[in-house]
């Protein structure tokens, strides 16, 4: 490699968002039928990546030096420049991409030079293909939720107050088109979903996207206001309407005219406030408590539910003619255990976003706590992870957050069956001596003779490391 391509500058990273360009994976491996493996591997991971290949480290070289890549998968050893060389050449050239390396010849010290380097992990030949399939997207998210970090950075990026919606999942692309069509026509608008999953978010980017925009947007919580209370919050009331109405009130409705208004919980609307939203969305206008002329308002209702609306329907405790009024369009937001590859990017825009607020700046987190966060299921979803991220923040001491940080119940690792990301990067020539040991164990199937031959060491010595980092397979 000649010294004026050593000294150009970085291939900088392009911003990945909601739609990101299709990621490229870079393959270096000398052995051909290797080679083709890991290649029919990587073709089949989310996101449809294009994958590259070349036989040597001088050609994944050259095509560092002029194109984008999100990961390199490389073998350690190759004729002339071996994986060090080109693991050391990428950082260099391209910080946000990930490596992930792959070798027959698997030592400890080499594994842990190769993480000191900034590998993201490293398998061992022979491997299951399960397991290069799941370092490989993990490696993937490790990316993107880097690349999201960079763009947030950038001057005029987009935030959460901005309305933008954070994902790269198909369930988010799908999200934004319908919100694209929702903000183009003024039809009803219903967003369904668990709690936490982001469904306020959604309406105020169908409000920033369309006509109405620079109008006001109310938001209301169904569930949060007495029944009582919450006909004269909606639709106001006139002096003298009852004891203590020693002044008109404006509702809600005529705060947002010419604007829209967010009936959130609309589950928990009691049957009497149905028929007069029914009133209101049907003919534009309704009698404030103690007036005699009525109120017309120009108003779009969107609104949300974590109840589906049917099953309320048939139990009549919801309007069936209201229920077809307000769910013209239906946007389902699904949960974030059904939307893991948008984990990692949520967690770097909540980083972000809080570490600015909090005036204690972030650089990132370490893969072992990206690895963690993957694991979990998120019961309480988009909301749950913003706390959480928020929480890592305050206590974190260092230039990165990492696992000291991390709540006992996602620090500890879950075994191999419960999620295809089983496995927290090593940090320690302890940690990576038990991580090999546990991995090759797996492979082995519990084979503790053939184990002790793998790694070079008799039985009696392996029997004592097992017993020592309470090794269970």
């Known amino acids: 490699m ?51 290949m070349v036989e040597n480290a001088v050609a994944a070289m050259d095509l560092l030096e002029d194109e984008p890549v999100a990961l390199l998968v490389t073998d350690l050893c190759m004729p002339g420049a071996d994986g060090l060389d080109l693991l050391r050449f990428a950082r260099r050239r391209q910080p946000l991409a ?30 299951d293909t399960e397991q290069l399939r799941a370092r490989a997207q993990a490696a993937l998210e490790y990316h993107f939720a880097l690349a999201e970090s960079a763009r947030l950075r950038q001057p005029g990026a987009g935030s959460e107050e901005e309305g933008t919606l954070v994902g790269r999942s198909r369930g988010m692309e799908q999200i934004e088109r319908l919100v694209e069509a929702a903000a183009a026509y003024e039809s009803g ?25 620079d109008k006001p947007f109310v938001a209301i919580n169904c ?29 809600l409705f005529e705060v947002a005219d010419g604007g829209t208004l967010f009936l959130d919980e609309i589950n928990n609307a009691p049957m009497a406030l149905q028929a007069k939203l029914l009133r209101v969305l049907q003919d534009g206008q309704f009698y404030p408590a103690g007036a005699t002329e009525a109120v017309r308002v120009d108003v779009r209702v969107i609104a949300a539910t974590n109840v589906p609306l049917p099953t309320l329907v048939d139990k009549g405790e919801f309007r069936r003619d209201l229920y077809y009024r307000l769910s013209v369009m239906e946007i389902d937001l ?27 700046p972030v650089a990132g987190m370490t893969p072992a706590v990206l690895a963690a966060l993957l694991r979990h299921d998120w019961p309480g979803n988009v909301r749950e992870l913003e706390n959480l ?45 038990a991580y090999v040991i546990r991995k090759t164990l797996r492979r082995t199937r519990g084979d503790r003779t053939l184990t002790a031959e793998i790694l070079g060491i008799d039985k009696s010595t392996l029997w004592r490391k097992v017993k020592r980092y309470n090794i269970k397979v």
């Open 2 to 52: 000649s010294p004026a391509a050593e000294a150009r500058t970085p291939v900088e990273a392009k911003p990945y968002g909601a739609a990101p360009p299709r990621p490229r994976v870079l393959v270096a491996e000398d052995d051909r039928d290797m080679r083709e493996l890991i290649g029919i591997v990587l073709r089949g991971l989310p996101g449809d990546p294009e994958v590259v």
């Open 98 to 127: 990930q490596v992930l390396l792959v070798t027959g010849f698997a030592t400890v010290d080499s594994a842990i030079a190769a993480l000191k380097d900034g590998a993201f992990d490293y398998l061992q030949k022979p491997f």
């Open 189 to 213: 608008v219903l967003v369904t979903g668990e709690s936490g999953s982001g469904k306020e978010l959604v309406v105020r980017r169908i409000h920033r996207l369309g006509p109405r925009r």
């Open 223 to 251: 569930a949060a206001i007495p029944d009582t209370l919450i006909e004269s919050e909606l639709f106001g009331y006139r002096r003298g309407a009852f004891t203590g109405a020693d002044r008109a009130k404006a509702g």
């Open 334 to 360: 699904p949960p974030l255990r059904e939307r893991r590859e948008d984990i990692a990017l949520l967690a770097m825009h909540f980083l972000e976003r809080h570490s600015k607020r909090l005036g204690k």
């Open 389 to 433: 991220v928020q929480r890592m923040i305050i206590l974190c001491r260092d230039e990165r957050i990492d696992v000291d940080v991390l709540p006992v119940h996602l620090a500890e690792p879950r075994t191999a069956d419960t999620h295809p990301i089983d496995y927290l990067p090593p940090q320690s020539l302890e940690e990576m001596e």
